[in-house]
């Protein structure tokens, strides 16, 4: 797949809108992108915006560029990767419209944060090191994306302010939450505001000097002697909890998080070790 964008008029003397072409195979289609740019601040080898002094913004709209190159890249894949065979060229032409064009608009910053949850969920978020983001931690954004709506459900990327960070701290205290709570509350705002500034949804940067508050954790811990009372109950009256007891002290003697030992079957337990892919981490354990 080709990728590629024009100008809709080289020879202007003024702003001119952009063209995307996208050829595959023996398919062809052009597109009118929802972006514009004089021809002088034009690069015709490398399809971007050049940079210079007099054209600051050239970071911001190119990257809003890629993304739009990397949502067309999505709808084939995908679509392919589901039927099994490439799209027609109107199927791809609707599906860009529909999911990559007509964003460019009307994706705000709740939008855009679902959609990055979504993204999480589905293991289609890479780490800096290239490795897939754990799906799990979707849930953690779920919650930190709704404690944010709580706050303003309003709120657009231009109001994310030095303001803002001082008011929402004073709000999630006011819930009366850990600091090291608070601190990864913000550190999932900051990770979206990142990714979101990256994609070339805005251009506020002010989330950077946010600070990730923590504080040493009191860690509660149960005794082995502590332990060995609970194994000893005898809970033989009540299946449930007896199954429940029995996870709680896999978790106690392995140290392996909730979500890894609630998914222990016969087939992870090989020569008396406990063999299973973390969640988290997909480490094998």
Wanted: proline content about 4%; hydrophobic content about 35%; overall charge positive.
């Amino acid at each position: 797949m080709k990728i590629k964008f024009y100008l809709l008029r080289p020879d202007s003397k003024t702003e001119t809108g952009l063209l995307v072409s996208v050829s595959y195979k023996t398919e062809r289609l052009r597109l009118g992108i929802d972006e514009s740019i004089n021809p002088k601040f034009w690069n015709l080898k490398t399809s971007r915006a050049r940079s210079t002094p007099a054209f600051p913004q050239a970071p911001e709209f190119n990257q809003r560029l890629e993304s739009i190159k990397s949502g067309i890249e999505k709808c084939y894949y995908e679509f392919f990767n589901e039927d099994n065979q490439a799209p027609t060229k109107e199927q791809l032409r609707t599906l860009i419209q529909k999911n990559v064009l007509s964003k460019q608009k009307i994706l705000s910053f709740f939008d855009y944060y679902n959609e990055f949850i979504e993204d999480t969920a589905r293991g289609a978020r890479l780490t800096k090191k290239g490795k897939v983001v754990a799906p799990e931690s979707s849930k953690q954004y779920r919650v930190a994306y709704s404690t944010l709506k709580e706050y303003n459900p309003k709120l657009n990327f231009n109001d994310i302010t030095d303001k803002f960070y001082s008011n929402y701290l004073k709000f999630l205290n006011s819930r009366g939450l850990a600091i090291n709570t608070i601190g990864d509350q913000i550190k999932k705002l900051k990770t979206v505001m990142a990714a979101s500034l990256k994609a070339g949804y805005h251009r506020n940067e002010a989330f950077k000097d946010f600070i990730k508050l923590s504080e040493p954790a009191d860690n509660i811990y149960l005794s082995i002697p502590e332990l060995k009372e609970i194994e000893n109950l005898d809970l033989s009256g009540n299946p449930s909890l007896d199954r429940v007891r029995d996870l709680f002290l896999i978790g106690a003697f392995t140290g392996l998080r909730q979500s890894d030992f609630s998914r222990l079957r016969p087939e992870h337990i090989r020569n008396g070790f406990i063999t299973i892919d973390q969640t988290k981490t997909a480490k094998m354990l």
